[in-house]
């Protein structure tokens, strides 16, 4: 009796591994391996039918051609520079805002609360002509600051939003002890409440990264030539004259995707607090 | 803090941080929305530059005419609410999945943000290869597994494409529903479900009555950002076929307008209704369930 229960137990566990885990586990890794798989074929090996699961011998060329031939380090250059401005710029604005929405009361707050939100919901598409035609007046088109400027908008309400919530888990007693100090309400939030905050800023600071790093209807449009062109533009327009080198292409889809992944992994934790914050107070 | 305390000086400190942010919002994101709008009641043609006059709300008249705008929105709608639903589904049960305590829990919720991670763009490049009706893995697994006779071409027959796209995008947005929904089933306290024990629930009880209600305000908030981010799908179809095969929606539209036509004042029209839409959408979302969960405070 007592047996069969535990042969049973262990069965149900056997299926939900096999039934649920492997499944999922297996759906959400497959095109990552997929792609690796195919940037180490040889052109021939890669139109091969049916294809090879996997590479027969490990080729290395299309990692170097990537570069060699498509010069695929300016556009990880270009990324680079146009998310790494936007983070910082959109960090220094949104902590300033998000501190005097979790801590000052003033009147307009919640009008600009709602205003906040409202902006990282409406469709950028709708604001695509009019930027365009700014920053063709300004001769910024093709430019860095023509991305970053528009990027630095859209991450805002995101990073404001992350920051006012983790200002709001900080005891506000320290300031306040701070101010009974003699310390000027400024002091009291660069000193005590932003390196209590650093966790947070970190969190924002990713996820306005990887929304920066990953945007491509502005820089599809905003970018002409390969000296401004971010990562997400060259991958979608990377072609030869009449066909599309897959090898090359699943190189640099390998090259941009892996160091992402793994960014995300070691701060797994960080990302989920960050993509949860607000969303889910009970 | 600082309640009944409110100088002038710290009144004087919260303008103060909050203007350079406000400054941007206004200038980059409110004062182009305004722009948009004026842009939509013109005749505006880049080509023409010299014929540009007022229209007043003749582009929009002309929008419900245009068989071309309403097969867009009917695919935007369509793609919308299956992918969102897809979603929801697929995204529920790997929640529960992962909030079951067992061995490799951290890696499985490891595995599932690997789709989240990568741009969009990349996965649809990733999709666009699997999908080849030449060398395409996904022909090779199904006519193994003697689901198809043949390769078929997904992005290239119209109405398998469309659900192909699908296919891809829930693959990349799926995982964010789930940990939102992860995140919602964790703070579900035991004792609940230890009660339901008592009761005599089963587990299928125990779902429908514990969690789907205490489940509720993260199904609702998950749903109103991905319903949002869903119908204004853009990077994912102009990689997989560029609008073909049925598949245009109605941002990929509105952008060939813009930079195909160079067709301003119309295509501004389309991207009010877009916008229009999309606070339509969330009004419906906040209306009909904003009191039950509080999104702001």
Redesign the interface.
Known sequence: MRRGFRIRKALRRLGFYLFAVVPLVAVCSFPLYWSINTSLKTHNEIILWPPTWFPRKIYFENYISVFSAHHFERNLLNSAIVAGVTTAAALALGVLCAYALARLRFPGRMALMVLILMMSMFPRISILIPLFLMMRGLHWLNTYQGLIVPYISFSLPLAIWIMTSFFRGIPSELEEAALVDGATPLQAMVRVVLPLAAPGLVTAGLLVFIAAWNEFLFALNFTFDDTTRTVPVAIALFSRQFEIPWGELNAATVIVTVPLVLLVLIFQRRIIAGLTAGAVKG | ???GT?TA???R???G??L???F??LF??I???F??FI?SLQEYNAKFPAQRHYVWFGNYLKLFRDPEYLAALRTTFFFTFVSVALELFLGL??AL?MN?P?F?RG?????????????????A???E??YND????IN?IL?HLHLIPEPIPWLGRPGVALWAIIIADV?KTM??MA??LL??LQ?IPEELYEAAVIDGAGTFKRFWYVTLPLLR??IL??LI?RT?DA??V??VV??LTGGASGTKTL?VL??EV??SFLN?GY??AI??T??AF??LI?LAYIKGFGRKW????
């Open positions: 803090m600082f309640r409110l000086s710290q009144r400190l919260a303008f941080l909050v350079p942010a406000l941007v919002i980059i994101n004062y182009p929305l722009q948009s842009l049960g790997a999945i079951r067992f490799g890696l499985v919720r490891a595995a599932v943000l690997i789709p989240w991670a990568i741009p969009t763009v990349i996965s490049r990733m999709w290869w699997m030449q060398f395409g893995v090779d006519m693959w995982p964010f940990l939102l995140a919602g703070v305000p993260a908030v998950s950002f949002i119908f204004r853009f990077d102009f990689v941002v509105n952008r813009f930079f301003y295509g501004s991207s009010v877009i916008f999309i606070f969330s509080r999104l702001i405070e």
